[in-house]
């Protein structure tokens, strides 16, 4: 079946600009996460998604960051005045059940800031 | 807070000649500890969950062990194929997310 999707898969912007990043999460699955991959660095949280509970938004970086999820389904990262910093790639991640799955992930959107 | 600790960083290896891939923890409650592998310019592969000490399960030629500090990722005779990232991953009983490691590198020369 098809696996996680997000869009675009690359994205240049300039510094101060906003952009959007999209996740499309594998059909039925319930818990989807974003993370983010610096040079160097390993994956970072983000922020979790659950069902309709409210997200857990405990490793956004700054108030810049925010994303959401609509109809349980399709979620949206936004960058907002982004900086040179956000150069990372940013991964979506989904799986069956909030606590204890396996988490499927995306081939992320490799974002850079000029 | 949550640690992982992978090493080696890069590990260069000739087609057929085993080796182990280590990942060292702490965790505030296990709840999973998780093998993906990573090719450039992909996302991560999930390859294994172990949820207690002394659990093993294999997929081909790799083997992933649990201890109650560290696990390790056997590759029995590898192929150049198996050349990738490969990251190691702890949620603990409080959190949703998964804590990574920095990634071993691996390349396989035929």
């Known amino acids: ?32 996460y974003w993370y983010r991959q610096s040079l ?17 938004k405990s490793g956004l970086p700054s108030d810049r960051f925010s994303a959401e999820r609509t109809g349980g ?8 005045r982004t900086q040179q910093e956000d ?11 909030g606590q204890g799955n396996e988490q499927f992930f995306g081939p992320g959107t490799r974002l850079t800031v000029l | 807070e949550d640690q992982v600790t992978q090493s080696p960083e890069a590990l260069r290896l000739q087609e057929g000649e085993s080796s ?13 500890l998780f093998w993906y592998r990573q090719d450039p310019g992909k ?8 949820y207690s000490a002394g659990e093993e399960k294999e997929k081909e030629r790799l083997k992933a ?8 990722l056997h590759i029995t005779a590898p192929k150049p194929e198996d050349s990738a990232t490969y990251l190691c991953a702890v949620r603990n009983n ?17």
Request: glycine share 12%.
């Open chain 1, 1 to 32: 079946g098809a696996g996680v999707s997000q869009s675009p898969s690359n994205k240049v912007t300039e510094k101060g600009k906003d952009v959007e990043l999209r996740c499309d999460p594998i059909s039925g699955h319930t818990a989807l």
């Open chain 1, 40 to 56: 160097g660095q390993g994956l970072e949280f983000l922020i979790y998604f659950q069902g309709n509970s409210a997200p857990d």
């Open chain 1, 73 to 80: 389904s399709v979620s949206t990262l936004t960058i907002q």
């Open chain 1, 87 to 97: 150069s990372a790639v940013y991964l979506c991640a989904s799986s069956p059940m």
């Open chain 2, 20 to 32: 182990s891939l280590n990942c060292s923890y702490t965790v505030s409650g296990l709840r999973g």
């Open chain 2, 43 to 50: 996302g991560p592969e999930f390859l294994f969950t172990l």
């Open chain 2, 65 to 72: 062990t649990l201890t109650k500090k560290e696990s390790f």
């Open chain 2, 94 to 110: 409080a959190g949703n997310m998964l804590t990574f490691g920095g990634g071993t590198r691996l390349m396989v020369k035929p």
